[in-house]
């Protein structure tokens, strides 16, 4: 259970779905090393326990995420080094959940109300789902202070076209919920009034499937994503064989042919063994 005080909070729905919710508005849910570190904790707790089948990551107060917490890296310019430990920890520390999002065996859905800028935007571009409301901006403003958004760079680039990106990251313009889903960095808008359901609805339609088989998707499509064409059609063959072979698949399939609702094993997530 987790406390009104906590800056992450941590919920866990009956259906197996798990609320991450950042609860720092005072600093605008920046990502401190504290919320940095909990979030890879939550992460890292979401990707084994096996209740766990679905993760929304969601934020209270008006900013759904700031970004890195300034104030925080300012006071370490102080040190002998001119803060470089520091810069280098903290850097290291959020690409760390940035890539906990993307290697969970489980579907990460991002909440988004309020703005995401910088690493804010970082993070939701590295959920594998996003829905967010009307009220909803987005950015990359480093260049604006004399800090290109190098690392929210790498994600945002991997959800958008180069055009889009380099758009976003070269002028620092914040740009609306609408626009965000036209360059695909979202997936969805809402009602601000109907954003929550409207997340609830998809993971509990995605929680009900095979997390055996969600498990095998989410890593194959992050694999071949950044394979040539050849390469990746063999390793999404050998990754459907694989799959083919799994107990969930020959429940599922005769399921659909016997025309019944199939009931799922799970079987364990997906290991780390490679294809």
Known sequence: MTKATDILLRDLEPDGILRLTLNDAGKRNALSVAMLTQLADALAEAAVNREVRVVVLAAKGSAFCAGHDLKELTIHRAASDGGRAFFTQVMALCSGVMQAIVTCPKPVIGEVTGIATAAGCQL?????????????????????????????????????????????????????ASRAAEIGLINSVAAPEDLHQT??????????????????????????REMP????????????????????????????????????EDEGDCDDKPL
């Not at 987005?138 to 690392?151: D, E, R, W, Y």
């Not at 509990?204 to 095998?216: C, D, Q």
């Not at 050849?230 to 659909?256: H, P, Q, W």
């Open 124 to 176: 939701v571009a590295s959920c594998d789902l996003a829905v967010a409301s009307h009220s909803a901006q987005f950015s990359t403003p480093g260049v604006h202070i004399g800090l290109f958004c190098s690392t929210p760079m790498v994600a945002l680039s991997r959800n958008v076209s180069q055009k889009h990106a380099m758009e976003m990251l070269l002028t620092g313009d914040m740009i609306a």
């Open 229 to 264: 064409l050849t390469k990746a059609y063999e390793y999404a063959s050998k990754v459907m064989v694989e799959n083919m072979l799994t107990r969930d698949a020959e429940e599922g399939i005769g399921a659909f042919i016997e025309k019944r609702v199939p009931e799922w």
């Open 199 to 224: 997340v609830m609805d998809m993971a509990r339609k995605i929680a009900s499937k095979s997390s055996k088989t969600l498990a095998i998707g989410k890593r194959a499509f992050y694999e071949q």
